[in-house]
C-alpha cells in the first residue's frame, strides 16, 4: 500500500524545474509560478491513483552517515505486523485491498474526522478517489497508533500525504 511518488512513468519527478527544490544547497530560484506550471504537467488522474504523496528532502550525505536516533527498524517492523493483524481481524484483508463499499462502512471517522475530511475535500478539491484513499490511509494510521476509531488527528496525517493534489 505504501508507494512513494515522484514517478511520472520515465523517470523520478523533480519537484520542479531545476530538480533542486528543498534541496540543502539552496541552488533553487524557481518561482512560484515556474513550479505550479511545472507540477500542472503531472496528471492529477495520476496522482489520484497513489496512495500516499510526500516530498523528500535531498539530506546532506554526513547526515545519512549517522546514527539514526528514532524508531528501530525492528520495532517499526512489529509495529507495522500488529496494525496488519488489527486490519486481517477486522475485514479479512489489508486496508489497501478495501472496496470503495467497504471502505465507506470500515473507515468512517468520527464526527471531528468527518468535518475536518470535508473541510480538506472542499480546500483541496479531493476527487472521489482521492476522498477513498485518505479514508484508507486514515485507517491504516489508526490502527498503527492502535485505534479502533479513526480520529481528525489520523484524517489530517492522512491528508497531509496528498500535498500534491491540484489545489483546485
Ligand atoms: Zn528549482
Redesign the pocket.
Known sequence: MLKFTWTNGKKATRL??????GHYNGK???TPDQIARYRGKISGPLLDRIDIQIEVPAVPQETLLKQADGESSSDIQARVNVARQRALIRQNKPNAQLTVSEIDVLCAPDAQGAALLQQAINRLNLSARAYHRVLKVARTIADLAGNENIFASHIAEAVQYRRMDRQG
Do not use: D, E
Open positions: 520542479c524545474p531545476c530538480g533542486y527544490l533553487c530560484h524557481c
